[in-house]
């Protein structure tokens, strides 16, 4: 039947529903918490302390397990023993999706907002130095979260790992060499790979973990499994790098609600008597405090304050390697943490350090739901964190926010610590590590892909050796000739020896490999280089601007500076932001009303212009023009008049007064191609970009930008693309060349100044453009065809585009 434990209330159906927990049914709570007074058990014992029901009787292959049982009763020990109600799992020593409850006798995980995906490790806070010894893990309930259709995560979905691992390890077992353990799969992961042990074991089970340490036991230095009190698999050695060291013990697990019990008394008695953990001798175990988790001191939030791709989260790191006790709270970490759950990530990664892309595939992930659920828990949690949030801890609304996440009554001491200028020597030393390690990981790369090339060699030849027997053997087979056989043996024999002599030759002249060290200008390296910006390059652009240091006046408990003193770090900042607002581009600058104003008069005469040089090109169209002009002329004018016979040539194109009629009808640029309607279009829109950017930026340390940024500013303005290819230019300077009268380049700075002051006509673009195209014309009829424009004719813009930007060419 099914066992009630009520507190409060009545108990709830046991019928396990889709999307449910199979086995454990609790009251909705938020953020994937649930409340231990409403549950209903399925397992033999329900976790309210109550006497375990005896073992059920064991079948014949039990039986005949537990008659070659391999270990013996414990004997009776006198020593001194821990205080058993002091051992139990360090809260202090968990991941943060883990959530006790009933006192610490129950662990549960979150499941919410794709937390489902991530694997939950917590270690106790008794390490086992000697002895034989054994704990308890049951399996209460298992977990089965809804997912967005098409979703593949990892598998199993419910998981359990069950061993051992040194203090500060990895809570992931199977995530590097400290830890030995136990899957729900029933594989067995030590060194080298993992190995089918024992059957699976699942919901309402209660799997024990021998632990015999006993240099006096045949079965010493072994870990053997137990489910439900009867041996799952043979022992299994620990691995010699281990022994001496205090082995803790671990648990990992995913969807599952799990109870540990560290004794005295075990739920399922082994075929043979042993201790449990709580039972040790102290000479056999060492107990870790966990004071914090009591209260008895206030937790930490660091917040670390530097710039970007200056050794910030080299610095982080280090921390954390200083202060393990510390919990990282980043979007790196939770991705880190998701690979090592076993989740799947594209290698076609993109982002920053600050900001990684997910890419998981996984909506639940990737949309960072997972980030939201654990910035919500942390500050409930009794632990230090550091948040190493580069661009979002330099600026001042965005440090508010998390110092209010930690504040209110949540019991954290906030703590600024500020990363900048001349680094400290650990961290000098902490780099200078990195670097070599990665210079003898890179050399030995090189060394085994020699290696593999040299044994196929090796191998090419021995084949090749092998071929030429064959032939000689099948040739001398055919002639029959036994003598020269003989002497053919001899001469294969001294060549055999030639070639064994000379293998040996050199084996023994192979040097030996050269000691891996830092160059002296590796060493002079303030700061490693990474292949990924800190912050992406748009991200900085947008926010640089509010950069500032950190104060205890916006709240922060504690503001620290590591390197270097305040002022030097003030004026660290300033000459960044002063360096970027020189070099970076303001990527959330609009366009003012004033450009509007200008560049609409522009379109608006662009288009009439173009529209009546098509009218004087076109006979007909020019002589109804005429005629309508003369009427308009009224009656005070000389209707029969002659036309004006004017020589356009000869007229000075900067000293026309209207553009649009020479005095015969005749406009200034009726001999416009569409190069020349590319040369004033482009003129003016340059001019035009210039002087808008400094109005609508008004920053005066911020007067222009360089060529680097014209595409971008020019598409934010105009809402189309910009290059020099489409005048024909292969370099920068080239273009210019077209453009020299209205944009020059500032040598000093590099920013493209305007040549003309901002209230210049718009009509003095189209004279200079006519003045140039004379000069040009005059070029090409001596003979000089280096003078002739070889632009790209501009695609018509798209119907719905033709009224917004007019009809100006470039």
Request: charged content about 30%.
């Amino acid at each position: 039947g099914t066992a009630a434990v009520l507190s409060g209330g009545p108990a709830l159906p046991a019928a396990p529903r889709s999307g449910a927990r199979s086995s454990l049914l609790f009251a909705h709570a938020p953020l994937g918490v649930r409340p231990t007074g409403w549950m209903v058990a399925t397992t033999p014992e329900a976790p309210s302390g109550l006497p375990p029901p005896p073992p059920p009787p064991p079948d014949s292959a039990q039986a005949a397990e537990a008659a070659k049982e391999v270990e013996e009763d414990a004997p009776e020990d006198t020593r001194k023993k821990v205080d058993a109600n002091a051992v139990s799992m360090n809260l202090q020593d968990t991941t943060i999706n883990v959530m006790p409850v009933s006192f610490g006798k129950l662990f549960m995980t979150l499941t919410d907002g794709g937390m489902q995906y991530f694997l939950a490790g917590m270690r106790a806070n008794a390490g086992l130095k000697a002895g034989r010894y054994m704990f308890e893990v049951s399996i209460l309930e298992t977990v089965y979260s809804a997912e967005p259709q098409g979703s593949r995560g990892p598998t199993p979905k419910q998981q359990l790992r069950i061993g051992l691992s040194t203090a500060g390890s990895s809570l992931f077992m199977c995530d590097g060499p400290e830890s030995v353990c136990f899957d729900s799969e029933g594989f067995f992961h030590s060194e080298g790979p993992r190995k089918k042990a024992s059957s699976k074991f699942g919901k309402a089970a209660t799997v024990a973990l021998l632990v015999n340490l006993d240099p006096a036991s045949p079965n010493a230095n072994t870990v053997s499994v137990f489910k439900d009190g009867w041996r799952a698999c043979e022992p299994q050695a620990i691995p010699e790098y281990l022994r001496g060291k205090p082995l803790f013990p671990t648990i990992t697990f995913r969807n599952l609600t799990v109870q540990a019990n560290f004794g005295p008394t075990p739920r399922s008695k082994l075929p043979f008597n042993c201790r449990m953990v709580a039972s040790a001798a102290q000479e056999d175990a060492v107990l870790v405090p966990t004071s914090k988790a009591k209260g008895d001191e206030p937790c930490e939030v660091v917040f670390p304050v530097g710039l970007p791709d200056q050794g910030y989260f080299d610095w982080v790191d280090l921390f954390k390697k200083q202060h393990p006790d510390y919990v990282e709270l980043s979007d790196r970490a939770l991705i880190e943490w998701a690979i090592k759950s076993g989740v799947w990530k594209s290698r076609q990664s993109s982002g920053s350090n600050d900001k990684p892309e997910p890419n998981f595939q996984l909506p639940l992930l990737d949309d960072w739901s997972a980030r939201r659920v654990l910035s919500a828990v942390a500050p409930s949690l009794r632990r230090n964190f550091i948040v190493p949030e580069l661009r979002a801890n330099l600026v001042h609304s965005e440090r508010a926010e998390q110092l209010q996440r930690f504040g209110g009554g949540t019991g954290f001491r906030r703590k600024a610590v500020v990363i900048m200028g001349s680094p400290a020597k650990d961290y000098t030393e902490h780099i200078q590590g990195l670097m070599l390690e990665e210079k003898k990981s890179k050399a030995e790369a090189e060394r085994k892909i020699k290696a593999a090339a040299e044994e196929r060699k090796r191998k090419s030849e021995e084949i090749a050796k092998k071929i030429r027997e064959a032939k000689r053997a099948k040739t001398e087979a055919k002639e029959g000739a036994e003598e020269g056989k003989e002497d053919a043996e001899k001469e294969e024999g001294k060549a055999d020896g030639a070639e064994g002599e000379e293998e040996k030759k050199e084996e023994a002249e192979e040097p030996a490999p050269e000691a891996i060290e830092l160059t002296e200008e590796e060493k002079a390296l303030v700061h490693r280089k990474s292949d990924v910006s800190d912050i992406a390059e748009k991200e900085l652009n947008r926010s640089f601007a509010s950069f500032s240091l950190p104060t205890k006046a916006e709240g922060f408990d504690d503001v620290t500076f590591a390197w270097q003193e305040e002022p030097e770090c003030a004026r660290l900042l300033k000459d960044f932001v002063m360096q970027r607002k020189l070099t970076g581009r303001v990527e959330d600058l609009q366009p003012g009303e004033w450009f509007k104003e200008q560049w609409s008069a522009w379109q608006k005469s662009l288009q009439e212009w173009r529209k009546l040089q098509q009218t004087f090109q076109d006979p007909a169209k020019r002589k109804a023009a005429a005629a309508k002009k003369q009427e308009e002329k009224g009656e005070d004018g000389d209707k029969d008049a002659a036309p004006i016979e004017i020589d356009a040539e000869s007229i000075d194109a900067m000293g026309v007064e209207d553009i649009t009629d020479l005095g015969n009808g005749e406009p200034l640029f009726a001999h416009f191609g569409f190069e020349d309607w590319m040369l004033a279009s482009i003129r003016f829109e340059l001019h035009l970009l210039l002087h808008a950017f400094k109005k609508d930026l008004d920053d005066p340390d911020r007067p222009g930008f360089g060529e680097k940024h014209l595409s971008f500013y020019y598409n934010k303005y105009f809402k189309k693309s910009f290059s020099i290819r489409n005048f024909g230019a292969k370099e920068f300077s080239d273009f210019l060349e077209f453009v020299k009268e209205f944009v020059g380049l500032d040598e000093k700075s590099g920013f493209l100044v305007a040549r003309q002051g901002e209230g210049a006509a718009i009509e003095h673009f189209v004279k200079q453009t006519e003045e140039d195209r004379r000069e040009r014309q005059r070029r090409i009829d001596a003979g000089d065809e280096t003078a002739k424009l070889e632009f790209t004719r501009p695609a018509p813009p798209a119907r719905g585009q033709q009224q917004q930007r007019g009809g100006g060419g470039g």
